[in-house]
């Protein structure tokens, strides 16, 4: 059994839609970040960062239970648990490849550009200029690798769709403009469609649904979602 520590943000969604693809037992335990459940000590003892996703396989290695943190690591983990979604043993270097520039690039500097667009007090020219353009070199580097193929790696669906799956979900509010936000980017688009209309991907969508997660962005949630930002408490 895996127990599933979920917030309905992009990086959990991919986890979700891995456990739905394969057909895993999970259990999902809602961690509604706005409130600061990240960072109390019982979640704090699955991953240390206080960040969502995180996994506890109740059968992980020797019959133990592990605990897995991190987006692209718990991807890895159950790719390699069920040898599923992996591609061939010739794809490992290009899976790999592609887990690490999503993890550190389209990644982060989608969170950093919705943080600068969205969440940020004041509105600084500088900083979302610098997020969106990011955002669109990333997005034409995957563009550009699209051409002529049906999937990031190799012949086959693989965890790499999935993880960028996650992130481009979000494009509207990554990179809002007029119209279509991947309307430039045709050979990125109709991967996304592709992968989108996979029958999984409603069933990733409907995790979580049924807990009412806080919605309203006020001080509590500020603090919860960017603690660094806010002097330490002395204890």
């Keep these: 059994m895996i127990r599933f520590y979920f917030h309905p943000t992009p990086n959990p969604a991919k986890i979700a839609l891995f456990l739905e693809e394969a057909g895993l037992a999970y259990e999902t335990m809602p961690v509604d970040t706005s409130r600061g459940e990240q960072h109390a000590p019982a979640f704090r003892a699955i991953n240390p960062n206080g960040k969502v996703p995180a996994i506890v396989d109740t059968d992980g290695p020797g019959g133990n239970e592990a605990r897995v943190f991190d987006s692209s ?95 481009l979900d979000r494009a509207p509010r990554v990179l809002p403009m007029e119209g279509d936000t991947l309307a430039g980017f045709p050979n990125l688009k109709r991967w996304f469609q592709a992968i989108d209309a996979r029958p999984a991907v409603a069933r990733a969508r409907a995790v979580g649904k049924n807990h009412a997660f806080k919605k309203e962005m006020d001080e509590e949630t500020r603090r919860a979602l960017f603690p660094s930002n806010f002097p330490a408490v002395a204890g």
Excluded: C
């Excluded at 010739?90 to 950093?112: C, H, K, N, V, Y």
């Excluded at 004041?122 to 051409?147: F, G, P, S, T």
């Design 73 to 167: 690591a718990i991807l890895l983990y159950l790719g390699d648990k069920t040898g599923r979604f992996i591609g061939t043993p010739a794809d490992r270097p290009e899976l790999l490849s592609w887990m690490f520039l999503i993890a550190t690039g389209i990644g982060p500097f989608s969170g950093q550009a919705v943080h600068f667009q969205h969440a940020a007090p004041e509105k600084l020219a500088y900083a979302i200029n610098r997020y969106r353009r990011e955002i669109e070199r990333h997005y034409q580097v995957l563009e550009d690798h699209m051409v002529g193929r049906d999937f990031i790696v190799g012949s086959e669906y693989t965890i790499a769709d999935m993880s960028a799956w996650g992130w």
